[in-house]
Nanobody
Framework: QVQLVESGGGLVQAGASLRLSCAAS????????MGWFRQAPGKEREFVTA???????YYADSVKGRFTISRDNVKNTMYLQMNSLRPEDTAVYYC???????????????WGQGTQVTVSA
């Protein structure tokens, strides 16, 4: 059974940092693109960042320069280092794999339960 588990969220003040983790089990995703998305209350799920199987990285303009995505294929785990957090980063963060590089939610599958990130002003 494929399972993705996000962790590392929390409540922080603006300007702080958090590191999210996404642990996969049930199969390996070394040949997949792995992505982070987020969803704020009342809004659609939006692309944050993705890392391809060849370690190419893609970022939404809103997080470029502040967030860094990485992956450890040995551990079957992906990370999201978030620096200089802003109140507008507040959302539930989700990770998921995709067969190709994409910023579209529908291209991803096996969504985890998400981890809440709350940034206070």
């Amino acid at each position: 059974q494929v399972q993705l588990v996000e962790s590392g969220g929390g409540l922080v003040q603006a300007g702080a940092s958090l590191r999210l983790s996404c642990a996969a089990s049930g199969r390996t995703f070394n040949s997949y693109t792995m992505g982070w998305f987020r969803q704020a209350p009342g809004k659609e799920r939006e692309f944050v960042t993705a890392i391809s199987a060849s370690y190419n990285r893609y970022y939404a303009d809103s997080v470029k320069g502040r967030f860094t995505i990485s992956r450890d294929n040995v551990k079957n785990t992906m990370y999201l280092q978030m620096n200089s957090l802003r109140p507008e980063d507040t959302a539930v963060y989700y990770c998921a794999p995709a067969l190709k590089v994409s910023m579209t939610v529908n291209e991803y599958e096996y969504w985890g339960q998400g981890t809440q990130v709350t940034v206070s002003a």
